[in-house]
């Protein structure tokens, strides 16, 4: 089965706690409603490293955000990203969690996110339950949003060497 690279958007792709923004980053406004923008910042490089990183490892790219659809059409077109599997997670208990156990059942996966810290009990077993595959939890500080070190430690992680 194909591993799984997960990618939230903001912290990991709108590192929207950076002041100022880093090196590369573009502004971007997108429309949410009738007179409302939202204003988001994007590295347009991460498309590239994404589809490089899942081209790499035969693995499949996948949304885990909520943006939900709305990040096929307002961010993945801006990171030259073609359209993604959505994981949907509204309603759930436990955050993420259930939604990607569902998806990623028998399949590893690495995960860049900056709230890892939410539900620290269900991260414990969420990982636990899908011991021995491999199950990368990259936490993306959302002042920096995804870095070169973040790739490595998806790299080492589907090596074997995490």
């Given at each position: 089965m194909k591993p799984l690279i997960l990618v939230d958007v903001d912290g990991p792709l709108n590192p929207w706690a950076a002041h100022p923004k880093p090196p590369n980053y573009r502004l971007f406004e997108i429309k949410v409603g009738w007179r409302r923008k939202l204003r988001i910042w994007l590295d347009p490089d991460h498309g590239d490293q994404l589809r490089q990183l899942a081209e790499e490892f035969g693995a499949e790219l996948a949304w885990v955000?909520?943006?939900?659809?709305?990040?096929?059409?307002e961010i993945g077109p801006r990171l030259g990203l073609p359209e993604l599997k959505v994981i949907?997670?509204?309603?759930?208990?436990?955050w993420k969690y259930p939604?990607?156990?569902?998806?990623?059942?028998?399949?590893?996966?690495?995960?860049?996110?900056?709230?890892?810290?939410?539900?620290?009990?269900?991260n414990r077993e969420f990982v636990h339950k899908r011991q021995p595959l491999t199950t990368a939890l990259i936490h993306v500080d959302p002042a920096t949003g995804i870095t070169g070190q973040h790739l490595g430690e998806a790299r080492k992680a589907f090596s074997g060497n995490s």
């Amino acid at each position: 089965m194909k591993p799984l690279i997960l990618v939230d958007v903001d912290g990991p792709l709108n590192p929207w706690a950076a002041h100022p923004k880093p090196p590369n980053y573009r502004l971007f406004e997108i429309k949410v409603g009738w007179r409302r923008k939202l204003r988001i910042w994007l590295d347009p490089d991460h498309g590239d490293q994404l589809r490089q990183l899942a081209e790499e490892f035969g693995a499949e790219l996948a949304w885990v955000t909520t943006w939900m659809h709305r990040a096929n059409v307002e961010i993945g077109p801006r990171l030259g990203l073609p359209e993604l599997k959505v994981i949907e997670f509204h309603a759930e208990q436990g955050w993420k969690y259930p939604a990607v156990a569902r998806y990623a059942y028998g399949r590893p996966l690495v995960w860049f996110d900056d709230d890892f810290g939410l539900h620290r009990d269900r991260n414990r077993e969420f990982v636990h339950k899908r011991q021995p595959l491999t199950t990368a939890l990259i936490h993306v500080d959302p002042a920096t949003g995804i870095t070169g070190q973040h790739l490595g430690e998806a790299r080492k992680a589907f090596s074997g060497n995490s």
